[in-house]
């Protein structure tokens, strides 16, 4: 079967080639920015790529197009493709129809860690001996890649709320009928598709309603949000994880190093397993925390996912050194939620102790570039010592405010040429420097570290 993908470049319609073309479908597919690695990953594959939407693409036409979220009406490609009758479905309902079904699906939601936490899972299944499938929006450094088929039955999704397609409104996550949820908390994000955080919890209570008695939830017992998404119903057995004590949770932790390299997980106030892994901050400690509960609820022993952590290598963009040049270390982040900011600062403060931590950001989420957290901004920010704030095209609002609330430590820039200009000529040995951005940044990583090793020449 000829399949395709409209949208391929992003990490999970790029998942989702990597499976058809596994599963021995002839994949096409086109985006509006064909670049790297996504590119050459799927080139790899023998996936065709398109540059743009030309509908000419659509002849000969294929069997099935599955289009991405990213894509809407009026787009020349959608038009012809509607016009023409030709069949399609969307990422998330391909998936289920010729990967999930039969499987022994584990689906981590919620606003922050799934990524990571998907990883862990992941990686301790695969320790475990359960060879599992996986698609995550990330690449864990374990795996080198974002999806595999997997040679047994579990399969571990990264299962988001975004919603599914222009034709279908619903959240991407009701499509996977899992039987094993984690849900790691949940917050109001997605300001361009939901109004609301009571919006976003109705979805998710739409994923619990397809969770099987038979099943079993790992939930974020600390989180109130999550809390009232079970009060509107559940069917299914649940076991809570906090990170310090809540009523609900069964499993929790105690810190055996402050930066939360090395960390204990306790059951039921009774030792289960230790955990030593390269990994700080305690958002990490918390995601490994609740990989290790689900993990249980799929007859994984705490102690062999500990020895599973132990070797867990991290996920790209997610606190990734990118390098370092005369003392000055560059790290890549994906937060791009107050919360996420917030959390990833004081997990490399802890690490890096009194070193000058220097925070860029760009606030480019659909969420951000509305300014629907603009009054929590620098309050996530006041962990750095120094803050560089991106003004970038098309944000609905001005960042100078921002700045302002931090005092002297803040500048906004406008332009990434004079960014790296201004950042080669300010930092200094033993800065951390945390490049955090959903996107790309302008290359911004690899433009700085070449200015410095310039600058160190």
Not at 61 to 70: H, M, Y
Not at 81 to 92: A, E, I, N, V
Not at 159 to 186: C, G, Q, S
Not at 293 to 310: F, I, K, T, Y
Request: aromatic share 6%; proline share 5%.
């Amino acid at each position: 079967m000829h399949l395709h993908i409209i949208g391929i470049c992003g990490t999970f319609m790029g998942g989702i080639a990597a499976l058809a073309r596994a599963a021995g479908h002839r994949v096409t597919g086109c985006d509006a920015n064909v670049y790297p690695p996504m590119s050459t990953q799927l080139e790899a594959m023998g996936i065709a790529l398109i540059e743009g939407y030309d509908p000419a693409q659509l002849d000969p036409a294929p069997d099935v197009v599955v289009v991405g979220n990213v894509m809407s009406r009026g787009n020349p490609l959608i038009e012809s493709l509607l016009d023409r009758g030709l069949p399609f479905t969307s990422g998330p309902q391909w998936l289920a129809e010729n990967v999930l079904r039969g499987c022994e699906v584990l689906a981590v939601a919620g606003t922050h860690g799934k990524t990571t936490t998907s990883s862990m899972l992941a990686w301790i299944l695969e320790q475990a001996g359960r060879a599992p499938g996986f698609l995550i929006g990330g690449i864990p450094a374990n795996f080198g890649a974002s999806a595999r088929a997997g040679a047994g039955v579990a399969f571990v999704i990264e299962a988001d709320e975004y919603d599914t397609a222009f034709f279908d409104k619903r959240a991407k996550f009701v499509h996977y009928r899992p039987r094993h949820l984690l849900m790691t908390n949940l917050e109001y994000d997605h300001a361009d598709i939901y109004p609301d955080l009571a919006s976003i919890q109705r979805q998710f209570h739409h994923l619990l309603r397809t969770i099987p008695a038979s099943g079993r939830i790992t939930w974020n017992a600390a989180d109130a949000a999550l809390g009232q998404v079970l009060a509107m119903g559940c069917w299914t057995p649940r076991t809570g994880f906090a990170r310090e004590g809540a009523p609900e949770a069964e499993w929790t932790v105690r810190l055996l190093a402050d930066d939360g390299s090395a960390f204990e997980v306790l059951q039921a106030g009774a030792p289960a397993c230790a955990v030593r892994w390269p990994l700080i901050g305690m958002h990490n400690v918390e995601n490994g925390l609740a990989a290790v509960a689900a993990a249980a609820g799929m007859g994984v022993a705490p102690a062999r996912s500990a020895a599973a952590l132990g070797k867990f290598r991290g996920v790209r963009r997610r606190l990734e050194l990118r390098g370092e040049v005369a003392g000055i270390r560059v790290y890549d982040d994906f937060a791009h939620h107050p919360t996420a900011v917030a959390s990833t600062l004081d997990g490399l403060r802890r690490h890096a102790g009194n070193r000058r931590l220097v925070a860029v950001l760009e606030p480019r989420s659909n969420t951000m570039r509305l300014g629907v957290h603009r009054a929590e901004l620098a309050g996530s920010l006041a962990g750095a010592d120094r803050v560089w704030l991106y003004q970038p095209a098309g944000l609905d609002w001005n960042l100078d405010d921002v700045a302002a609330a931090l005092g002297a430590r803040a500048e906004v820039a406008r332009e990434i040429p004079r960014l790296v200009e201004l950042l080669a000529a300010e930092l200094r040995a033993g800065d951390e420097v945390v490049i955090m951005s959903n996107g790309g940044f302008g290359g911004l990583h690899d433009r700085l570290l070449d200015a410095l090793r310039a600058r160190a020449a």
